[in-house]
């Protein structure tokens, strides 16, 4: 029996390997092992403060940090009934957004491309194709400066507090923004038709069950209250534990979820599949050009779907800029509330796909109990899945391709295992 | 030393913030790339040569046997070894979990620069530094410092726990600067003002116990029960 075994997956954030048994022309075992330290974040959080939740949950994972820090906060208004205001949301969102221009552009640029051009990363790359690399950086960096602007820092904001903000952007801060945002959005014209000229690898693949937040307006959108399969099961947010299940696993850190044995995918993918057909203007025209097959059974094209996304992200980025250099920023502070007992769930879709955070206050708003399940943790089924459906259908390239591919694969869900493996289950 | 200094960044456990930092650095990032011999950054890249360093950044704390093997294994090849971010100083918030420990604990550490995340400003000065065959400076001065040059209004006064007098500079206050209170991200000042912070508080009613707890978030083994700098 032949054993495949790549012990350090490169330009993924985190530490993962993969191990794959092949017997002839069979796959017989496909062991993904997220390995990344736990850090033990349960007991970090039990007893701690609310205000110093979703500061220690950001820390779970850089690259999506504002989406951990803004889903936390949610879900803490959430169990102590506090209502933020719709300027409060419409901020949060647009820190949101920056969050997935920066998360898409370091994974579509500096994490994927290469491969398709036969590099090993960006440095490699950049030596001869510098313009396209620099171009990918400043819709990055545009992204960051959304960040920064709202959130105090592009990591681990600052800024966003329970109820509200700490401080608000001002009138000519949007402007600037704007004006940046609207230049990425002009660039990714270029990245459109680069990313349409890039030959998809493709394998015999099978339909893929997807699952995504619906968004709560007819819009396209990462916040909402109920979950959608894509073969039309539909759950509320918080009743979660019924519309998947966790499974300890021997040999990785993280739990892999399946739902009554089915694998499912999450991410910018599923979100195509399950509302592209909402998306408009530049968004619309890039989905249409990309030609991302819908149904997908193809895995690769979650990166195709990210530049969809990055376009979108930056429309309503500019959509949300123009409704406050309209209508101004009123002068308010954070909501006043009382602190109570109760607990929050929230569902929300992050860059990697459909993230969850659960958690329960006593009476002095300390924590009680805390669940937090993320997208790398609930895809890691499926990723095994669709190794073995790979291997298969590619028995005969040879190990050193079969390994290249292998690869590129996982890197396709643009896993974030710090995230996956930060697990955080109280009872 | 080569012509090109030869750069490892690594992760042990962590988030990814503080690699991540060097890759937020887009205006600087291709002219950095140009100007170093990167040897290693898995993060990022695929090929990685390894071999001798010049200079290995590490970042995150120490919670299992793999950190330390990589740790020691990158201590043996790198002329300098310099912990990046508040987890490798510090320890951290995995050192408050009861799992992770500052990296100075298994080896002998170069240069920190402390931060969650680090600022781009201090890891940019620090690289041209070394690239000018000299060690970066560190920041002897508090969070307070640079809150009172912004001219903010004082939160510890008003009666909030505010770690800025205890805690190094070099973020330019954020989060007073923000209207909120400065939870202690980048570990232990040089020479904490424990004393003087704990007596405004008693008087709004906290206890030690509440400042320590506070501090007690990210500065891992950085202070002592008596609110003095360890380390
Ligand atoms: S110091 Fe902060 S930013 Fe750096 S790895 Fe630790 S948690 Fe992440
Ligand atoms: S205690 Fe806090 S608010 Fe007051 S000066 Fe120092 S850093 Fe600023
Ligand atoms: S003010 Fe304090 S908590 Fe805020 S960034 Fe600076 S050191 Fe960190």
């Not at chain 1, 949301?89 to 949101?96: K, M």
């Not at chain 1, 959509?319 to 602190?339: M, N, Q, R, S, T």
Request: glycine share 10%.
């Amino acid at each position: 029996m032949a054993k495949i075994h790549m012990d350090h997956i490169s330009r993924v954030e985190g530490h993962g390997a993969l191990t794959v048994e092949l017997d002839g022309n069979t796959v017989r075992d496909v062991k993904l092992n997220y390995f990344e330290g736990m850090r033990g974040f349960e007991s970090l959080v039990l007893g701690r403060p609310y205000q110093e939740i979703p500061p220690i949950i950001s820390r779970i994972c850089a690259i999506c940090s504002a989406g951990h820090s803004i889903t936390a906060h949610m879900s803490v208004e959430k169990a102590m009934g506090i209502k933020v205001t719709p300027q409060t949301e419409l901020l949060r969102e647009l820190a949101f957004l920056g969050m997935m221009v920066e998360s898409h552009s370091l994974h579509v640029f500096c994490l994927v491309l290469p491969d398709f051009f036969g590099y090993a990363g960006v440095a490699d790359m950049a030596a001869k194709y510098e313009e396209e690399i620099a171009l990918g950086l400043r819709v990055k960096k545009a992204g960051n400066l959304v960040q920064e602007a709202i959130g105090g820092r592009a990591i681990h904001n600052v800024n966003l507090t329970v109820g509200g903000l700490g401080k608000l952007p001002t009138l000519p801060q949007l402007k600037e923004l704007r004006q940046e945002l609207q230049k990425s959005l002009v660039e990714m014209e270029a990245v459109v038709d680069l990313v349409a000229g890039l030959t998809i690898p493709e394998y015999e693949g099978e339909p893929i069950l997807f699952k995504a937040v619906r968004p709560t307006t007819d819009c396209y959108g990462f916040f909402g209250d109920t979950v959608l399969f894509s073969d039309g099961q539909e759950f509320p947010a918080d009743q979660y534990t019924a519309s998947f299940q966790e499974t300890e696993s021997e040999y990785s850190n993280a739990k892999p979820s399946t739902r009554d044995g089915e694998a499912f995918m999450v991410g910018a993918l599923a979100r195509i599949n399950l509302f592209g057909d909402r998306l408009t203007g530049k968004a619309q025209e890039a989905l249409a050009k990309l030609a991302i097959p819908v149904p997908s059974t193809n895995p690769l094209y979650n990166s195709v779907a990210q530049v969809v996304e990055i376009i979108y992200a930056l429309e309503r980025s500019i959509a949300i800029c123009d409704h406050f250099l309209e209508e101004g920023i009123k002068p308010e502070g954070p909501v006043e509330y009382k602190v109570q007992a109760g607990t929050g769930i929230v569902a929300t879709e992050v860059p990697r796909g459909t993230l969850y955070h659960a958690f329960s206050f006593d009476n002095n708003g300390r924590v009680t109990a805390a669940d937090v399940i993320t997208p790398t943790a609930l895809n890691q089924a499926s990723v095994e899945k669709e190794i073995a459906l790979l291997a298969k259908s590619q028995i005969d390239i040879g190990e050193e391709q079969l390994k290249f591919r292998f690869e590129q694969l996982v890197r396709a869900y643009d896993p974030c295992i710090s995230c996956s493996v930060h697990l955080i289950r109280l009872a | 030393m080569s012509a090109k200094p030869r750069i490892g960044i690594y992760g042990l456990t962590s988030c990814a913030g503080d690699q991540l930092t060097l890759l937020n650095c887009e205006d600087e990032l291709l002219a950095i790339l140009d100007a170093v011999d990167l040897r290693s950054f898995v993060m990022a890249h695929s090929a990685n040569p390894e071999g001798e360093l010049d200079v290995a950044f590490v970042e995150g704390a120490v919670t299992q046997q793999s950190d330390l093997d990589l740790l020691t294994d990158v201590r043996s090849r790198a002329g300098l070894v310099i912990a990046i971010g508040t987890c490798a100083v510090w320890g951290g918030l995995p050192y408050l979990a009861g799992k992770g420990t500052a990296i100075s604990q298994h080896i002998q550490v170069d240069f920190s620069i402390p931060g969650c995340p680090i600022e781009k400003s201090q890891l940019l000065n620090a690289l041209s530094a070394l690239l000018h065959g000299d060690l970066p400076l560190e920041l002897p001065y508090p969070v307070c410092l640079e809150c009172t040059i912004r001219e903010n209004n004082c939160l510890l006064q008003r009666g909030e726990i505010c770690c800025g007098s205890l805690t190094a500079g070099g973020c330019g206050a954020r989060c007073p600067s923000h209207g909120v209170a400065c939870m202690g991200c980048r570990g232990s000042a040089l020479d904490p003002n424990y004393q003087s912070a704990q007596q405004i508080l008693a008087k709004y009613g906290y206890t030690p116990e509440d400042i320590l707890q506070r501090l007690a978030l990210f500065s891992g083994e950085g202070f002592s029960k008596e609110g003095e700098r360890v380390g």
